[in-house]
Every structure is written in C-alpha cells, then in structure tokens.
T-cell receptor, first 114, second 115 residues
Framework: QQPVQSPQAVILREGEDAVINCSSS?????VHWYRQKHGEAPVFLMI?????EQKGHEKISASFNEKKQQSSLYLTASQLSYSGTYFC???????????????FGQGTELSVKP | DAGVIQSPRHEVTEMGQEVTLRCKPI?????LFWYRQTMMRGLELLIY????????DSGMPEDRFSAKMPNASFSTLKIQPSEPRDSAVYFC?????????????FGDGTRLSIL
C-alpha cells in the first residue's frame, strides 16, 4: 500500500529544476506533499485532490494524475533552502464517514548545492 | 498560534522500562495521529483518533504499545516494556479533518533511545 517515490535521492545546483514522482498501486483520493529537514518535523507543502488539480507553493508545484495513480512534485529554480527529504502521503479510506489515513512514501532526499 | 506540542523531546531509558510520550494537539483539531520514524521503515502511522476515539490502530506494532486520548487536548503513547528496537523518533500530528482534505501539522517529535 505504501506509495513509491522516485528518485530516492537527487543532487542539484542552485537554480536547477527537479521532479519527484509518487506512484500508488491503489486508487488515489488525495495526495499530500511534505518536506522534512534533518532533525526536524515534516512540514506540509500542499494537498492535491481528485481531478488532476495542480497546486503551487512559491516555486514548488505539483500535479495529480488520478488515472495513472501518481503525483509529481516540481521544484523550479531550486534554492539552498529546498534541501531536505520530500514525502508524499496518499489517502487510504478507513471507515464510512470517518476521515481516512495517510500512508507515506519512503522519501526523496534532495540536496541543493551552491 | 501554538503548534502541536510533544514531550519529552528526548528520552533515553533502559530496556524493560515503561515509556510514556505525550502530545497536545492544536486547539480545534479533531484528528490526532501518532507516527514512528526510523531509517529502515520510514514514517509509519501507528494509530489515529477522531474526537478522542481511536479509529485505526492497525499500525500499532505489538501489545506493548498503547495509546489513549482522554480529552481533546491530550494524548499519550505508552510502551511497556520497552525494547531496543523501539528506538525511533515518534511524531504526533493533528488536523482539522481526517483523510486528505486538510494538512497534518506535526509536533517536533520525541527522540527515543532504548538501551
């Protein structure tokens, strides 16, 4: 059930672009993206809901392809502050009329160098 | 606004001891989640609550683990007896709603080391 992220790690130079993918074997209801810096808690970036909606957050945006059961996170003109581990979380329904839970991917470690 | 508050931030104890981790969610958030993070297994959901009621505890690894939420502003995760393989970072998170419609806000975590 755990979504699969790719790549596992990526190294960028400042100003370069990157794409992180998140694929699920199950139907997707929503996808969350979080960033975690070393020794800190995960921090919410954005949520994507059914419908292929694309969202943006500064120079970070994401897409959600329900048919392909995948989401992609796009980081453009990367900054040093973008370094960290990026997690996608996919929603799994649990009970009728109860909010589902998130299952997180294994993470993608992004390093931005000067 | 205060975020999710966890205590203690660090805990080092010997195998066999009881460990209690504490969490105060963001006021007004109905959902509370307990996660465990390790290098090997990543970020795993242990249990989550809606309005103080446990909804899904399928991620709780063993009977040694238990969680309670006696009221809307407090939850505990207890390990008794603790074992070295329980060493991990434990995060508590809260959200206004469950599922995918609202973000989860994470506390700073408790770094647990069992010797």
């Amino acid at each position: 059930q755990q979504p699969v992220q790719s790549p596992q790690a990526v190294i960028l130079r400042e100003g370069e672009d990157a794409v992180i993918n998140c694929s699920s074997s199950k139907a997707l209801y929503s996808v969350h993206w979080y960033r975690q810096k070393h020794g800190e808690a995960p921090v919410f970036l954005m949520i994507l809901l059914k419908g292929g909606e694309q969202k943006g957050h500064e120079k970070i945006s994401a897409s959600f392809n329900e048919k392909k059961q995948q989401s992609s996170l796009y980081l453009t003109a990367s900054q040093l502050s973008y370094s960290g581990t990026y997690f996608c979380g996919t929603e799994i329904p649990v009970l009728y009329n109860q909010g589902g839970k998130l299952i997180f991917g294994q993470g993608t470690e992004l390093s931005v160098k000067p | 606004d205060a975020g999710v508050i966890q205590s203690p931030r660090h805990e080092v104890t010997e195998m066999g001891q009881e460990v209690t981790l504490r969490c105060k969610p963001i006021s007004g958030h109905d959902y509370l989640f307990w996660y465990r993070q390790t290098m090997m297994r990543g970020l795993e959901l242990l249990i989550y609550f809606n309005n103080n009621v446990p909804i899904d505890d399928s991620g709780m690894p063993e009977d040694r683990f238990s969680a309670k939420m006696p009221n809307a502003s407090f939850s505990t995760l207890k390990i008794q007896p603790s074992e070295p393989r329980d060493s991990a970072v434990y995060f508590c998170a809260s959200s206004q709603q469950g599922g995918g419609n609202q973000p989860q806000h994470f506390g700073d975590g408790t770094r647990l080391s069992i010797l």
